[in-house]
């Protein structure tokens, strides 16, 4: 059949591409998918790293010794299983990165060279940060003073805890 | 409407700036920042309910609504959604996203604010020149004010959580696309990048991801998104934007001085075939266009508008081609169309 696009050339080239959620076939010439190529921009990249990721995310050393079937994880916010996290490479929400830590982590690694974010942090997980910081702290004083039995001290740091808290609690910043 | 019109009415801030810290050769600065909200699914895994109030969540935190307009890609011709890619006001994956995939854009078209792209929330902002800081402000202000309505993923650890793990960390991606002919003229170009990339950068093609890099033109961007803090890296490129810059010119200095018979024939040749050319493909007509904006920095041709350059290399583009004639055009039309654009703009004295 003839090109769609510019109905001269002989058409060898099927084109599919998503509108709207419909799926569109296109059949085109080399010239005009060349061109089509070229408007659409593709995202040739992104694919490849995924796979390459998916491809590293498949090694599963567990299986391989016990040579069983083990349960895999399943992301209880968005449902997202380990089969298909570890398929496409890709994570489906925000919680999955908790679900799927295990797997990404040592990934993480080498993908961002296996440093920490030391960049902005919005005003509401900051908040959050420094009271979880600050518990931490509280906690160890705790600890310390009821090794070093001053109860009366202990009680303090007690009470500010709970302090904190009931804060917490209430979705303070 | 004249194409002068046509121009004025279509042309976005990036493109008629001309002042700014090279912009004769860095063509524009783009910041983007990828958020998303906490415990809904990423666009690609949500469904529509989940999308549409994503967009609803989303387009609640625009608080001018006077400063800009939205356009819902699903509303949006192919053709239109083409220009807005053709323009670098949104993503090329934007195009292809869902029913409720869409773009706040302000009035000045140097602020994108996509919906439901591969990540729920994208912020772009393209400003003319080298001009990263300004960008990285302006992004930062907005993202503060969705912020303050909206609950983002993020962990301590591995800061923005996005969809795609190269994201990872501050979320940024910073860019600066830069024109580079005398570089590539005198076969240093290669040996340029191969270093850039050795600093952790990324270089691509003038339209992002595979594409290839047309005219001369490149795109230098972060690899790194995680273990560095935003200003460490628009630092970074700035830095080595400028080193290739400084090469760049170094380089149109001795061609001027040890080989001005070449460059000479090559800045003609180009400007003669565009001058008179009755059809052309986008990517010839791209690599001539480069020798003549050369031409045009080193003061060879005179009487050339400033902004031809950034003007035509989107409005010769098959998206612009159709809405300025205001129809579907087949390949082989647009060649001739593309011809005809180029003439009307080179002619002008
Ligand atoms: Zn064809
Ligand atoms: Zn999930």
Redesign the interface.
């Known amino acids: 059949m003839l090109c769609q696009?510019?109905?001269?050339r002989q058409a060898s080239v099927h084109f599919t591409?998503?509108?709207?959620?419909e799926k569109m076939e296109l059949k085109l010439c080399e010239?005009?998918a060349k061109?089509r190529g070229?408007?659409?921009?593709?995202?040739?990249?992104?694919f490849s790293?995924?796979k390459l990721?998916a491809g590293l995310l498949d090694i599963d050393e567990l299986q391989v010794i016990g040579e069983k079937v083990i349960e895999k994880v399943t992301c209880k916010?968005?449902g997202?299983t380990e089969q298909v996290f570890v398929n496409s490479g890709?994570?489906?929400?925000?919680?999955c990165?908790e679900t799927f830590g295990f797997k990404?982590n040592p990934?993480?690694k080498r993908?961002?060279?296996?440093?920490?974010?030391?960049?902005?942090?919005?005003?509401?997980?900051g908040g959050k940060?420094r009271i979880?910081r600050e518990m931490q702290n509280l906690r160890d004083k705790l600890n310390l003073c009821i090794a070093k039995e001053n109860f009366e001290q202990a009680a303090i740091i007690r009470d500010e805890i709970r302090q904190l808290e009931k804060e917490t609690e209430r979705g303070g910043s | 409407m004249s194409l002068d019109n046509f121009i004025k009415k279509h042309a976005s801030n990036w493109m008629k700036e001309g002042k700014g810290e090279y912009s004769d050769i860095v063509i524009s600065s783009r910041i983007r920042l990828a958020r998303?909200i906490?415990?809904?699914?990423?666009p690609?895994?949500a469904d529509q309910n989940q999308q549409k109030q994503v967009e609803k969540m989303v387009s609640e935190t625009i608080d001018n609504k006077d400063h800009y307009r939205f356009l819902l890609m699903?509303s949006l011709s192919?053709e239109d959604r083409?220009t807005l890619?053709e323009k670098h006001l949104i993503s090329?994956?934007l195009i292809?996203e869902?029913?409720y995939s869409g773009v706040w854009l302000n009035n000045e078209e140097t602020v994108s604010i996509m919906i439901n792209e591969e990540d729920h929330i994208r912020i772009q902002v393209v400003l003319p020149s080298l001009n990263l800081e300004e960008g990285l402000q302006v992004a930062?202000e907005i993202?503060?004010l969705i912020?303050?309505k909206l609950?983002?993923?993020?962990?301590?650890?591995?800061?923005?959580?996005t969809?795609?793990?190269?994201n990872?960390?501050?979320g940024?991606r910073a860019s600066v696309m830069v024109h580079l002919p005398a570089l590539v003229l005198t076969k240093q170009i290669n040996r340029v990048l191969t270093a850039v990339s050795q600093l952790g950068l990324a270089v691509r093609g003038i339209?992002?991801?595979?594409?290839e890099s047309l005219g001369n033109i490149l795109q230098i961007s972060n690899q790194?998104?995680?273990?560095?803090?935003?200003t460490e890296?628009i630092d970074n490129l700035r830095r080595v934007s400028k080193q290739i810059i400084d090469h760049e010119l170094n380089s149109r200095k001795y061609l001027m001085e040890e080989n001005k018979v070449a460059l000479l024939d090559k800045v003609y040749r180009a400007y003669g075939i565009l001058s008179n050319a009755y059809t052309i493909?986008?990517?010839e007509a791209l690599e001539l266009l480069s020798y003549v904006k050369l031409g045009v920095d080193l003061e060879l041709l005179d009487g050339i508008n400033p902004h031809f350059f950034k003007e035509l290399i989107v409005i010769t583009?098959?998206?612009f081609l159709q809405k300025l004639y205001g129809q579907q055009l087949?390949?082989?039309v647009r060649d001739i169309k593309r011809a005809e654009v180029i003439r009307e703009v080179l002619q002008k004295k």
């Open positions: 696009e510019c109905s001269k591409k998503i509108v709207n959620g010239v005009c061109e070229d408007l659409d921009l593709g995202h040739g990249e992104h790293f995924h990721l916010n968005c997202l890709r994570l489906g929400c925000s919680t990165y990404l990934l993480l993908i961002q060279g296996g440093t920490a974010h030391v960049g902005k942090v919005p005003v509401r997980a940060i979880k | 998303n906490d415990n809904i699914p990423f690609q895994l699903s192919y083409l890619v090329p994956t292809n869902s029913k930062d993202d503060n912020e303050s609950e983002y993923g993020f962990d301590e650890q591995k800061g923005y959580l969809a795609c793990p190269t990872l960390g501050t940024l339209y992002g991801e595979g594409s790194v998104t995680l273990g560095q803090s935003e890296i493909t986008s990517k583009r098959p998206g087949s390949s082989e």
